[in-house]
């Protein structure tokens, strides 16, 4: 893929749907910054995805309920490559039943 190269992509949360978004972009030897709250699932889109492999990138634990972690992952990609180029949040934890205690579609689209 052209284009991605020197490219640096941040991901909040490492599920599957970044996991396979990063692996994606570090094939086109973007680099790849990935965080989630937990370490392993944080370094999963990174394995096979290294210097040697056309990429480089970084994973790091980050809630992103705590401000504070976040813009530790933002100054750590600033710092380490000198900018951002595309951010990718897909961080979520949502239980359905939490989702199920809206059920006013007023309420659910004011909340929106």
Request: net charge negative.
């Given at each position: 893929m052209e284009g991605l190269n020197n490219r640096v992509v941040v991901f909040a949360g490492a599920g599957g749907l970044a996991t396979a978004t990063a692996k994606f972009l570090g094939a086109g030897?973007?680099?790849?910054?990935?965080?989630?709250?937990?370490?392993?699932?944080?370094?999963?889109?990174?394995?096979?995805?290294?210097?040697?492999?056309?990429?480089?990138?970084?994973?790091?634990?980050?809630?992103?309920?705590?401000?504070?972690?976040?813009?530790?992952?933002?100054?750590?990609?600033m710092k380490e490559y000198g900018r951002i180029d595309g951010l990718f949040n897909v961080a979520a934890n949502i239980h359905p039943e939490e989702v199920a205690k809206d059920t006013n579609v007023v309420d659910i689209d004011l909340a929106a």
């Open positions: 030897a973007a680099t790849i910054v990935v965080s989630d709250v937990v370490e392993t699932s944080a370094e999963a889109p990174l394995r096979g995805h290294g210097k040697g492999n056309g990429g480089d990138g970084v994973a790091m634990v980050v809630g992103i309920s705590d401000e504070g972690q976040v813009k530790s992952q933002i100054d750590r990609a």
